[in-house]
Protein backbone atom coordinates (compact mmCIF):
# COMPACT_ATOMS: atom_id res chain seq x y z
CA UNK A 1 0.00 0.00 0.00
CA UNK A 2 1.26 3.81 -0.32
CA UNK A 3 -0.28 6.99 0.17
CA UNK A 4 -0.29 10.33 -1.60
CA UNK A 5 -1.27 13.68 0.35
CA UNK A 6 -2.14 16.50 -1.23
CA UNK A 7 -5.03 18.64 -2.83
CA UNK A 8 -7.60 15.39 -4.32
CA UNK A 9 -9.99 16.73 -6.77
CA UNK A 10 -12.24 14.00 -7.96
CA UNK A 11 -16.23 13.52 -8.88
CA UNK A 12 -18.26 11.80 -6.13
CA UNK A 13 -21.04 10.54 -7.79
CA UNK A 14 -19.11 8.94 -10.40
CA UNK A 15 -22.42 9.45 -12.99
CA UNK A 16 -22.05 13.61 -12.77
CA UNK A 17 -19.85 15.92 -13.90
CA UNK A 18 -19.64 17.79 -10.73
CA UNK A 19 -16.02 17.64 -9.11
CA UNK A 20 -15.45 18.46 -5.57
CA UNK A 21 -11.65 19.28 -4.07
CA UNK A 22 -10.58 17.68 -0.70
CA UNK A 23 -8.25 20.85 0.00
CA UNK A 24 -5.74 18.46 2.70
CA UNK A 25 -6.64 15.03 1.32
CA UNK A 26 -5.40 11.57 1.50
CA UNK A 27 -5.32 8.91 -1.14
CA UNK A 28 -4.39 5.29 -0.47
CA UNK A 29 -3.26 2.71 -2.96
CA UNK A 30 -3.23 -0.88 -2.91
CA UNK A 31 -3.66 -4.12 -4.73
CA UNK A 32 -7.29 -5.70 -5.11
CA UNK A 33 -8.00 -9.09 -5.18
CA UNK A 34 -6.79 -9.29 -8.69
CA UNK A 35 -3.49 -7.76 -7.83
CA UNK A 36 -3.99 -4.91 -9.82
CA UNK A 37 -3.05 -1.54 -7.74
CA UNK A 38 -6.68 0.21 -7.13
CA UNK A 39 -7.89 3.44 -4.82
CA UNK A 40 -8.57 1.98 -1.43
CA UNK A 41 -9.47 5.36 0.57
CA UNK A 42 -9.90 8.73 -0.29
CA UNK A 43 -10.81 11.61 2.32
CA UNK A 44 -9.46 14.13 4.54
CA UNK A 45 -6.34 13.51 5.88
CA UNK A 46 -7.00 14.24 9.34
CA UNK A 47 -9.66 11.50 9.61
CA UNK A 48 -7.35 9.27 7.21
CA UNK A 49 -3.75 9.61 8.80
CA UNK A 50 -3.99 7.36 11.76
CA UNK A 51 -6.02 4.40 9.81
CA UNK A 52 -3.52 4.52 8.02
CA UNK A 53 -0.20 5.63 10.02
CA UNK A 54 1.47 2.45 8.75
CA UNK A 55 1.36 3.45 5.44
CA UNK A 56 4.27 5.25 3.73
CA UNK A 57 3.29 8.72 2.72
CA UNK A 58 4.35 10.95 0.02
CA UNK A 59 3.43 14.38 0.76
CA UNK A 60 3.02 17.21 -2.06
CA UNK A 61 2.07 20.41 -0.52
CA UNK A 62 0.61 23.05 -2.53
CA UNK A 63 -0.32 20.46 -5.87
CA UNK A 64 -3.77 19.01 -7.09
CA UNK A 65 -3.97 14.95 -7.03
CA UNK A 66 -6.56 14.67 -9.99
CA UNK A 67 -7.98 11.92 -12.16
CA UNK A 68 -5.65 10.83 -15.01
CA UNK A 69 -7.25 11.76 -18.24
CA UNK A 70 -9.15 9.91 -20.78
CA UNK A 71 -7.97 11.08 -24.30
CA UNK A 72 -11.24 9.42 -26.50
CA UNK A 73 -9.36 9.15 -30.02
CA UNK A 74 -6.37 10.02 -31.59
CA UNK A 75 -4.34 9.24 -34.11
CA UNK A 76 -0.74 7.34 -33.24
CA UNK A 77 0.67 7.36 -36.54
CA UNK A 78 -0.09 10.97 -36.99
CA UNK A 79 2.61 12.38 -34.57
CA UNK A 80 4.46 13.89 -37.71
CA UNK A 81 1.30 15.03 -38.70
CA UNK A 82 0.56 17.66 -36.54
CA UNK A 83 0.08 21.73 -37.98
CA UNK A 84 -0.14 20.67 -41.47
CA UNK A 85 -2.19 23.26 -42.71
CA UNK A 86 -5.58 22.59 -45.52
CA UNK A 87 -8.39 23.30 -47.02
CA UNK A 88 -10.16 20.75 -45.51
CA UNK A 89 -10.63 17.26 -44.37
CA UNK A 90 -10.08 15.82 -47.32
CA UNK A 91 -7.23 17.34 -48.89
CA UNK A 92 -5.87 16.97 -45.04
CA UNK A 93 -6.18 13.34 -45.79
CA UNK A 94 -4.81 12.98 -49.28
CA UNK A 95 -1.66 15.47 -48.88
CA UNK A 96 -0.21 14.86 -45.38
CA UNK A 97 -2.30 12.10 -43.57
CA UNK A 98 -1.85 9.06 -46.11
CA UNK A 99 1.87 9.96 -46.88
CA UNK A 100 2.40 9.81 -43.22
CA UNK A 101 1.10 6.79 -42.37
CA UNK A 102 2.27 4.79 -45.56
CA UNK A 103 6.16 5.01 -42.95
CA UNK A 104 4.19 2.48 -40.86
CA UNK A 105 5.04 -0.57 -42.84
CA UNK A 106 8.76 0.08 -41.40
CA UNK A 107 8.45 -1.86 -37.92
CA UNK A 108 11.14 0.57 -36.87
CA UNK A 109 9.63 3.82 -37.36
CA UNK A 110 6.32 2.22 -36.11
CA UNK A 111 8.51 1.26 -32.82
CA UNK A 112 10.16 4.39 -32.25
CA UNK A 113 6.94 6.99 -32.86
CA UNK A 114 5.13 4.31 -30.17
CA UNK A 115 7.94 5.35 -27.70
CA UNK A 116 7.71 8.83 -28.27
CA UNK A 117 3.24 8.81 -28.40
CA UNK A 118 3.42 6.82 -24.77
CA UNK A 119 5.72 9.30 -23.49
CA UNK A 120 3.90 12.09 -24.62
CA UNK A 121 0.89 10.87 -23.43
CA UNK A 122 2.20 11.00 -20.32
CA UNK A 123 3.93 13.83 -20.04
CA UNK A 124 0.58 15.27 -20.53
CA UNK A 125 -0.98 13.55 -18.13
CA UNK A 126 -3.48 10.71 -20.25
CA UNK A 127 -3.39 7.48 -18.57
CA UNK A 128 -6.19 6.24 -20.92
CA UNK A 129 -6.64 6.40 -24.67
CA UNK A 130 -8.63 5.02 -27.98
CA UNK A 131 -6.11 5.34 -30.57
CA UNK A 132 -6.00 4.37 -33.99
CA UNK A 133 -2.85 2.89 -35.65
CA UNK A 134 -2.09 2.66 -39.53
CA UNK A 135 -3.51 -0.03 -41.50
CA UNK A 136 -0.75 -2.09 -41.08
CA UNK A 137 -0.79 -4.66 -38.53
CA UNK A 138 2.92 -4.46 -37.68
CA UNK A 139 1.96 -1.01 -35.99
CA UNK A 140 -0.80 -2.25 -34.13
CA UNK A 141 1.72 -4.97 -32.64
CA UNK A 142 4.19 -1.74 -31.96
CA UNK A 143 1.98 0.49 -29.87
CA UNK A 144 0.45 -2.07 -27.74
CA UNK A 145 3.65 -3.45 -27.08
CA UNK A 146 4.60 0.32 -25.66
CA UNK A 147 1.99 0.19 -24.08
CA UNK A 148 2.08 -2.86 -22.24
CA UNK A 149 5.84 -1.77 -21.26
CA UNK A 150 4.49 1.05 -19.25
CA UNK A 151 0.70 -0.20 -18.21
CA UNK A 152 -1.00 2.19 -19.75
CA UNK A 153 -4.39 1.55 -20.08
CA UNK A 154 -5.08 1.34 -24.53
CA UNK A 155 -7.47 0.74 -26.39
CA UNK A 156 -6.21 0.73 -30.48
CA UNK A 157 -6.79 -0.78 -33.48
CA UNK A 158 -6.14 -1.67 -37.24
CA UNK A 159 -7.13 0.89 -39.44
CA UNK A 160 -9.50 -0.35 -41.68
CA UNK A 161 -9.47 0.86 -45.71
CA UNK A 162 -9.69 -1.18 -48.60
CA UNK A 163 -10.68 1.57 -50.99
CA UNK A 164 -10.32 5.41 -52.14
CA UNK A 165 -6.76 5.46 -50.33
CA UNK A 166 -3.48 5.25 -52.25
CA UNK A 167 -0.88 1.97 -52.49
CA UNK A 168 0.64 1.89 -49.41
CA UNK A 169 -2.03 2.26 -46.88
CA UNK A 170 -4.80 0.77 -48.30
CA UNK A 171 -5.98 -2.81 -47.14
CA UNK A 172 -7.43 -5.97 -48.94
CA UNK A 173 -10.57 -6.68 -47.95
CA UNK A 174 -10.82 -10.67 -46.72
CA UNK A 175 -7.18 -10.14 -45.19
CA UNK A 176 -7.98 -6.80 -43.75
CA UNK A 177 -10.96 -8.76 -41.19
CA UNK A 178 -8.40 -11.79 -40.97
CA UNK A 179 -5.74 -9.30 -39.27
CA UNK A 180 -8.44 -7.68 -37.37
CA UNK A 181 -9.56 -11.20 -35.44
CA UNK A 182 -5.69 -12.33 -35.07
CA UNK A 183 -4.99 -8.64 -33.25
CA UNK A 184 -8.24 -8.90 -31.05
CA UNK A 185 -7.00 -12.83 -29.93
CA UNK A 186 -3.64 -11.56 -29.71
CA UNK A 187 -4.10 -8.42 -28.00
CA UNK A 188 -7.50 -7.90 -26.14
CA UNK A 189 -8.07 -8.10 -22.52
CA UNK A 190 -4.35 -8.87 -22.24
CA UNK A 191 -3.23 -6.82 -19.00
CA UNK A 192 -4.26 -3.07 -19.30
CA UNK A 193 -5.06 -2.94 -23.54
CA UNK A 194 -8.50 -3.86 -24.98
CA UNK A 195 -8.67 -3.88 -28.70
CA UNK A 196 -11.14 -1.40 -31.30
CA UNK A 197 -12.30 -2.87 -34.19
CA UNK A 198 -11.72 0.62 -36.69
CA UNK A 199 -13.10 1.08 -39.96
CA UNK A 200 -11.45 4.48 -41.05
CA UNK A 201 -14.83 5.78 -41.97
CA UNK A 202 -17.42 5.08 -44.75
CA UNK A 203 -15.78 6.63 -47.92
CA UNK A 204 -12.16 4.50 -47.28
CA UNK A 205 -14.47 1.05 -46.58
CA UNK A 206 -16.17 -0.94 -48.85
CA UNK A 207 -19.64 -2.87 -48.15
CA UNK A 208 -17.51 -5.84 -47.69
CA UNK A 209 -15.37 -4.63 -45.39
CA UNK A 210 -18.02 -2.91 -43.29
CA UNK A 211 -20.17 -5.98 -42.68
CA UNK A 212 -17.17 -7.99 -42.05
CA UNK A 213 -16.39 -5.61 -39.20
CA UNK A 214 -19.72 -5.87 -38.20
CA UNK A 215 -19.92 -9.12 -37.88
CA UNK A 216 -16.12 -9.15 -35.80
CA UNK A 217 -18.02 -6.53 -33.94
CA UNK A 218 -21.10 -8.85 -32.74
CA UNK A 219 -19.01 -12.06 -32.19
CA UNK A 220 -16.47 -9.77 -29.59
CA UNK A 221 -18.95 -7.90 -27.95
CA UNK A 222 -16.77 -6.71 -25.55
CA UNK A 223 -14.44 -5.30 -28.00
CA UNK A 224 -14.46 -1.85 -28.98
CA UNK A 225 -15.33 -0.08 -32.18
CA UNK A 226 -14.13 3.48 -33.37
CA UNK A 227 -14.32 5.39 -36.43
CA UNK A 228 -15.17 9.45 -37.76
CA UNK A 229 -18.72 10.39 -38.37
CA UNK A 230 -20.09 13.51 -39.63
CA UNK A 231 -16.94 15.48 -39.45
CA UNK A 232 -17.03 17.69 -42.76
CA UNK A 233 -19.57 18.74 -45.19
CA UNK A 234 -17.61 17.51 -48.39
CA UNK A 235 -17.20 14.04 -46.11
CA UNK A 236 -21.18 14.01 -45.33
CA UNK A 237 -21.48 14.70 -49.69
CA UNK A 238 -19.71 11.79 -50.90
CA UNK A 239 -20.91 9.20 -47.95
CA UNK A 240 -24.61 10.51 -49.87
CA UNK A 241 -23.28 9.48 -52.90
CA UNK A 242 -22.15 6.16 -51.77
CA UNK A 243 -24.93 5.40 -50.20
CA UNK A 244 -28.06 7.40 -51.66
CA UNK A 245 -30.83 5.09 -49.94
CA UNK A 246 -29.47 5.91 -46.16
CA UNK A 247 -31.21 8.15 -43.98
CA UNK A 248 -28.22 9.71 -43.48
CA UNK A 249 -24.23 9.19 -43.00
CA UNK A 250 -24.77 7.59 -39.35
CA UNK A 251 -27.17 4.73 -39.91
CA UNK A 252 -24.69 3.53 -42.59
CA UNK A 253 -23.16 2.42 -39.60
CA UNK A 254 -26.01 1.33 -38.09
CA UNK A 255 -26.70 -0.97 -40.99
CA UNK A 256 -23.75 -2.92 -40.77
CA UNK A 257 -23.73 -3.66 -37.14
CA UNK A 258 -21.52 -1.21 -36.21
CA UNK A 259 -23.40 0.80 -33.57
CA UNK A 260 -23.84 -0.50 -30.12
CA UNK A 261 -22.19 -0.15 -26.60
CA UNK A 262 -18.40 0.27 -26.63
CA UNK A 263 -18.35 2.15 -30.33
CA UNK A 264 -16.95 5.88 -29.66
CA UNK A 265 -17.12 7.60 -33.04
CA UNK A 266 -15.30 10.88 -33.81
CA UNK A 267 -16.85 14.62 -34.17
CA UNK A 268 -20.70 13.78 -34.81
CA UNK A 269 -20.74 17.30 -35.97
CA UNK A 270 -23.38 17.43 -38.99
CA UNK A 271 -26.13 15.43 -37.06
CA UNK A 272 -29.90 16.20 -37.22
CA UNK A 273 -32.10 14.37 -33.89
CA UNK A 274 -32.51 11.49 -35.35
CA UNK A 275 -29.05 10.95 -35.56
CA UNK A 276 -28.46 12.03 -32.11
CA UNK A 277 -31.60 9.56 -31.12
CA UNK A 278 -29.62 6.80 -32.94
CA UNK A 279 -26.53 7.57 -30.53
CA UNK A 280 -28.69 7.11 -27.59
CA UNK A 281 -30.84 4.26 -28.32
CA UNK A 282 -27.43 1.90 -29.74
CA UNK A 283 -25.42 3.07 -26.79
CA UNK A 284 -22.81 4.52 -29.35
CA UNK A 285 -21.07 7.82 -28.05
CA UNK A 286 -19.22 10.50 -29.69
CA UNK A 287 -14.66 11.48 -29.13
CA UNK A 288 -15.33 15.22 -29.45
CA UNK A 289 -12.57 16.52 -30.79
CA UNK A 290 -12.59 20.75 -30.70
CA UNK A 291 -8.77 21.35 -31.27
CA UNK A 292 -9.25 19.62 -34.85
CA UNK A 293 -12.58 20.77 -35.73
CA UNK A 294 -11.26 24.10 -35.27
CA UNK A 295 -8.41 23.48 -37.09
CA UNK A 296 -9.22 21.87 -40.36
CA UNK A 297 -12.35 24.01 -40.01
CA UNK A 298 -14.92 20.70 -39.71
CA UNK A 299 -17.35 22.81 -37.57
CA UNK A 300 -18.97 22.77 -33.95
CA UNK A 301 -20.18 20.08 -31.92
CA UNK A 302 -23.52 20.93 -30.89
CA UNK A 303 -23.45 20.32 -27.23
CA UNK A 304 -26.94 21.16 -26.12
CA UNK A 305 -28.39 19.10 -28.98
CA UNK A 306 -26.70 16.02 -27.48
CA UNK A 307 -28.00 16.96 -23.69
CA UNK A 308 -31.30 17.83 -25.28
CA UNK A 309 -31.33 14.00 -27.14
CA UNK A 310 -29.31 12.60 -24.08
CA UNK A 311 -25.94 10.58 -25.60
CA UNK A 312 -22.57 9.94 -24.02
CA UNK A 313 -19.68 12.06 -25.66
CA UNK A 314 -16.10 12.84 -23.82
CA UNK A 315 -13.35 15.03 -24.83
CA UNK A 316 -10.53 13.79 -27.54
CA UNK A 317 -7.35 15.28 -28.69
CA UNK A 318 -7.20 13.64 -32.15
CA UNK A 319 -3.93 14.10 -32.95
CA UNK A 320 -2.85 14.86 -35.47
CA UNK A 321 -6.19 16.78 -37.22
CA UNK A 322 -5.74 17.97 -33.40
CA UNK A 323 -2.99 20.45 -32.31
CA UNK A 324 -1.95 19.06 -29.25
CA UNK A 325 -1.75 16.25 -26.92
CA UNK A 326 -2.72 18.16 -23.50
CA UNK A 327 -5.95 18.07 -22.26
CA UNK A 328 -5.84 21.67 -21.08
CA UNK A 329 -5.23 22.49 -24.66
CA UNK A 330 -8.64 20.47 -25.59
CA UNK A 331 -10.83 21.41 -22.81
CA UNK A 332 -10.09 25.18 -23.86
CA UNK A 333 -11.02 24.72 -27.55
CA UNK A 334 -14.19 22.90 -26.20
CA UNK A 335 -15.00 25.89 -24.20
CA UNK A 336 -14.39 28.12 -27.04
CA UNK A 337 -16.57 25.42 -29.12
CA UNK A 338 -19.36 25.75 -26.61
CA UNK A 339 -19.50 29.76 -26.58
CA UNK A 340 -20.48 28.94 -30.77
CA UNK A 341 -23.70 27.20 -29.24
CA UNK A 342 -24.13 29.62 -26.60
CA UNK A 343 -25.15 32.39 -29.02
CA UNK A 344 -28.08 29.94 -29.90
CA UNK A 345 -29.10 28.62 -26.88
CA UNK A 346 -27.57 29.88 -24.06
CA UNK A 347 -25.50 27.11 -22.77
CA UNK A 348 -22.01 26.96 -21.87
CA UNK A 349 -19.37 24.70 -20.58
CA UNK A 350 -18.49 24.81 -17.03
CA UNK A 351 -15.04 24.35 -16.08
CA UNK A 352 -15.93 21.54 -14.09
CA UNK A 353 -18.41 19.68 -17.20
CA UNK A 354 -15.13 20.62 -19.62
CA UNK A 355 -12.81 18.19 -16.97
CA UNK A 356 -15.31 15.82 -16.72
CA UNK A 357 -15.53 15.43 -20.17
CA UNK A 358 -11.99 14.53 -20.38
CA UNK A 359 -11.65 12.24 -17.32
CA UNK A 360 -15.06 10.52 -16.34
CA UNK A 361 -17.79 11.35 -18.85
CA UNK A 362 -14.92 10.14 -21.04
CA UNK A 363 -14.59 6.94 -19.21
CA UNK A 364 -18.34 6.39 -18.79
CA UNK A 365 -18.17 6.60 -22.76
CA UNK A 366 -16.07 4.17 -22.98
CA UNK A 367 -18.03 1.94 -20.50
CA UNK A 368 -14.96 2.36 -18.21
CA UNK A 369 -16.70 4.42 -15.51
CA UNK A 370 -16.08 3.97 -12.02
CA UNK A 371 -12.58 2.11 -13.37
CA UNK A 372 -10.90 4.64 -14.76
CA UNK A 373 -11.38 8.79 -15.27
CA UNK A 374 -12.19 9.48 -11.08
CA UNK A 375 -10.06 8.60 -7.59
CA UNK A 376 -12.77 6.70 -5.72
CA UNK A 377 -12.35 3.60 -3.98
CA UNK A 378 -11.92 0.77 -6.17
CA UNK A 379 -11.20 3.37 -9.68
CA UNK A 380 -7.86 2.15 -10.73
CA UNK A 381 -4.76 4.41 -9.54
CA UNK A 382 -4.26 6.16 -12.40
CA UNK A 383 -3.54 9.63 -11.69
CA UNK A 384 -1.63 13.47 -12.15
CA UNK A 385 -0.18 15.72 -9.23
CA UNK A 386 -0.37 19.00 -11.23
CA UNK A 387 0.99 21.91 -9.47
CA UNK A 388 -1.02 25.52 -9.69
CA UNK A 389 2.91 27.35 -9.50
CA UNK A 390 3.76 25.66 -12.52
CA UNK A 391 4.28 28.92 -14.55
CA UNK A 392 4.57 32.67 -13.04
CA UNK A 393 1.30 33.70 -14.27
CA UNK A 394 -0.97 30.52 -13.48
CA UNK A 395 0.66 30.79 -9.85
CA UNK A 396 -0.70 34.54 -9.96
CA UNK A 397 -3.64 33.78 -11.54
CA UNK A 398 -4.63 30.13 -8.91
CA UNK A 399 -3.63 31.97 -5.82
CA UNK A 400 -6.21 34.64 -6.41
CA UNK A 401 -9.54 31.56 -7.67
CA UNK A 402 -11.92 31.88 -5.06
CA UNK A 403 -14.37 28.90 -5.86
CA UNK A 404 -13.49 25.60 -7.28
CA UNK A 405 -14.55 26.64 -10.50
CA UNK A 406 -12.35 29.32 -10.53
CA UNK A 407 -9.22 27.44 -9.80
CA UNK A 408 -9.99 25.08 -12.43
CA UNK A 409 -10.62 27.75 -15.06
CA UNK A 410 -7.32 29.13 -14.32
CA UNK A 411 -5.81 25.45 -14.87
CA UNK A 412 -7.86 25.12 -18.02
CA UNK A 413 -6.62 28.29 -20.01
CA UNK A 414 -3.43 28.50 -18.59
CA UNK A 415 -2.08 25.42 -18.24
CA UNK A 416 -0.39 22.73 -20.43
CA UNK A 417 2.23 20.10 -20.11
CA UNK A 418 4.33 21.88 -17.63
CA UNK A 419 1.21 21.90 -15.27
CA UNK A 420 1.70 17.85 -14.99
CA UNK A 421 4.09 17.55 -12.21
CA UNK A 422 3.89 13.71 -12.01
CA UNK A 423 1.74 11.04 -13.85
CA UNK A 424 0.75 7.94 -11.51
CA UNK A 425 0.10 4.49 -13.71
CA UNK A 426 -1.55 1.60 -12.00
CA UNK A 427 1.07 -1.17 -11.50
CA UNK A 428 0.80 -4.80 -11.10
CA UNK A 429 3.09 -4.28 -8.42
CA UNK A 430 3.22 -1.34 -6.56
CA UNK A 431 2.27 2.44 -8.54
CA UNK A 432 5.27 4.10 -10.19
CA UNK A 433 5.72 7.82 -10.70
CA UNK A 434 6.66 7.54 -14.24
CA UNK A 435 7.42 11.18 -14.98
N1 LIG B 1 -11.67 10.85 -41.34
C1 LIG B 1 -11.07 9.77 -41.89
N2 LIG B 1 -9.80 9.65 -41.49
C2 LIG B 1 -9.57 10.67 -40.65
C3 LIG B 1 -8.42 11.09 -39.90
O1 LIG B 1 -7.36 10.49 -39.92
N3 LIG B 1 -8.58 12.21 -39.14
C4 LIG B 1 -9.75 12.90 -39.08
N4 LIG B 1 -9.83 13.97 -38.30
N5 LIG B 1 -10.83 12.53 -39.77
C5 LIG B 1 -10.74 11.44 -40.55
ZN1 LIG C 1 -9.53 11.08 -36.06
Not at 394 to 414: K, Y
Request: net charge negative; proline share 6%.
Amino acid sequence: MKAYRASILHFPDPALPRAALEADGLLVVGPDARGRQVVQALGPYAELASRFAGVPTEHFPGRIIAPGFVDLHLHFPQVDVIGSPAEGLLPWLENYTFPQEKRFSAHGHSAQVATFFIAELLRNGVTTALAFASSHPESVDALFAEAQKNNLRLIAGKVLMDQHAPDGVRDETQQSLLDTEALIRRWHGVDRLGYAITPRFVPSCSAAQLRGAGELAAKYPDVWIQSHVAENKDEVAWVKGLYPEARSYLSVYEQFGLMRPRAIYAHCIHFDDEDRALMRSTGAAAAVSPTSNLFLGSGFFDYAGADRVGFDYGLASDVGGGTSFSPFHTMLAAYYVGREGQTKTGVSLSPQHLWWQHTGGAAQALGLGGVVGNVLPGCEADFVVLNPQATALLARRASQASSLDELLFSMIVLGDDRLVEKTVISQAGGAGLLK
